[in-house]
C-alpha cells in the first residue's frame, strides 16, 4: 500500500533528501575495507623444520583495534572520518547536525520506510525556492527548480564509494546501538538499509514534463502513479533526471562496496515523452 504525502517543494521539505546519501550513507558508512585490514591478524611465518635447529616464526605486531568513543560522544570522530570522503569543498556544511549516527539510523529507517526525512536535514536545503513553469492551473517543475540540486548531486557523486562503504562497517557498533535506542533488536539494521538503498534506486527518472495539481500549500502529481509513489521517492524524483542519475549510481556503487550483488539491485524505470 502505497503511503500517502503531499509533494512539498519547498526548500526544507525536498532537497534534504540528499542528506540520506551524504549524512546517512556517508556519515555512518565508514570499516569494512579499512578497518578490515587494519585489525586482520597478520598471518605468522611457518615454523621451518631443519635437522637439529627449529626456526620460530618473526613475531609480527598487531596494530590494536580502533577505539570507538561513546555514541553520544561520536560526532567528532565521524566528522572528521567522512571528511575524508569527498574533497568537494561544500560538503562540510552537511556535517553541521548533532548526533550525526543517530541522525544517520533515523533518516536510513526513514526511507526504508518510504517516509520523506527532509525535515531531520533541514542544514542541506536550498538557498533558491522552488519554480514552476507553463499554465498556472497545471504548472510543471520548471528545469531551475532541478537545478537547485546540482552542487547536492555533485557531492553525493564525488564520495569514494570504496571508503564510504568501510565507514558503515567501523561504524556499526555505534549504528547498532543507535539502532536498538529506537526500540529494535540488534542485527537487523542492515537490512533496514538494504531497503533504503532499494527505494532510492528504484526511483523513476523523470525525462518527460508533468503537470502538477496544486494546493493550498503542496502540489500533487496529476499523474496517478507517480502520486502512487514512496513519499521520498517523489522528493527524490523532483530533484530532476540529471541530478537522481547522479545520485543512484553513487548509490549503486556503495551498494556494491557493501557486498550487495549489482544483479541484486533495482534498476530504475526512465520515464521519456510520448514520441507520438
Known amino acids: 500500500m502505497a503511503i500517502a504525502s503531499s509533494f512539498r ?3 526544507q521539505y525536498f532537497g534534504p533528501l540528499l542528506g540520506v546519501v551524504a549524512v546517512a550513507l556517508v556519515a555512518g558508512l565508514v570499516s569494512y575495507v579499512v578497518v578490515g585490514r ?3 591478524t597478520p598471518a605468522a611465518e611457518p615454523v621451518v623444520d ?7 616464526p618473526t613475531p609480527v605486531e598487531t596494530p590494536p583495534p580502533v577505539a570507538l568513543p561513546a555514541l553520544g560522544d561520536s560526532d567528532d570522530l565521524v566528522r572528521d572520518l567522512v571528511s575524508a570522503l569527498t574533497p568537494h569543498s561544500a560538503f562540510a ?3 553541521i547536525p548533532d548526533d550525526l549516527v543517530r541522525l544517520f539510523v533515523v533518516v536510513v529507517e526513514n526511507v526504508a520506510d518510504g517516509h520523506n526525512p527532509a525535515a531531520r536535514l533541514t542544514p542541506l536545503r536550498p538557498t533558491q525556492r522552488f ?3 507553463g499554465d498556472p492551473s497545471q504548472p510543471a517543475i520548471a528545469p531551475a527548480s532541478h537545478a537547485r540540486y546540482n552542487t547536492h548531486a555533485e557531492i553525493v557523486a564525488s564520495i569514494d564509494p570504496v571508503g564510504a562503504a568501510a565507514l558503515y562497517h567501523r561504524l556499526y557498533p555505534l549504528i547498532t546501538e543507535a539502532y536498538t535506542e529506537l526500540g529494535h533488536p540488534e542485527g537487523t539494521f542492515d537490512a533496514t538499509l538494504r531497503r533504503a538503498l532499494e527505494h532510492l534506486l528504484e526511483t523513476p527518472i523523470l525525462e518527460r514534463t508533468e503537470t502538477l495539481l496544486p494546493r493550498a500549500t503542496f ?3 496529476t499523474d496517478s502513479e507517480l502520486e502512487d509513489l514512496l513519499p521520498a521517492q517523489k522528493q527524490f524524483m523532483g530533484m530532476g533526471p540529471r541530478n537522481v542519475r547522479a545520485v543512484q549510481a553513487s548509490v549503486r556503487d556503495i551498494a556494491r562496496e557493501l ?3 549489482p544483479a541484486s539491485l533495482p534498476i530504475p524505470t526512465v520515464l521519456r515523452e510520448d514520441p507520438r
Open 38 to 40: 587494519q585489525d586482520a
Open 50 to 56: 631443519a635437522p637439529t635447529v627449529s626456526t620460530a
Open 219 to 221: 502540489f500533487e502529481f
Open 259 to 261: 557486498g550487495l550483488a
Open 131 to 133: 519554480q514552476t513553469s
Open 93 to 95: 556544511a552537511w556535517l
Open 9 to 11: 517543494p519547498g526548500g
